[in-house]
């Protein structure tokens, strides 16, 4: 059986529009990342390394999700974008279950102390 592609053309104006906007939206991330961070910064309580923590790790999630739209745009057919989109999805699953067990998966963890020092206030 003859396998069936489906070309995915994007005219090159609306590839550079996307990317633009993906630069935009990964500059202005970032920024907010960064404020959010000075701010976290700025009162240190029992929690601000535990806030500090899910921020880096939020900024790592977005970048991905930034790289896999400009991967995206690249793709010349809908099976290359499927087959991209699946391997993005599994990825993610894998560094949610990493992230996880960095955050919660030992005893001691900032996410711990933060838990406990919010319970004792």
Known sequence: MAELKSSLQIPEQVKEMVEKAIEQAEQNVSRLIEAADRSASMVPNPTTDF????????????????????????????????????????????????????????????????KTSIEIK
């Open 51 to 114: 806030s500090k923590k899910l921020l880096s790790l939020g900024a790592q999630n977005m970048n991905a999700a930034f790289d896999h739209a400009r991967n995206l745009l690249r793709c010349s057919d809908f099976q290359e974008a499927a087959n991209l989109q699946a391997q993005f999805l599994n990825a993610q699953f894998e560094t949610a279950g990493r992230q996880l067990k960095e955050l919660y998966g030992t005893p001691g963890s900032d996410a711990e102390t933060a």
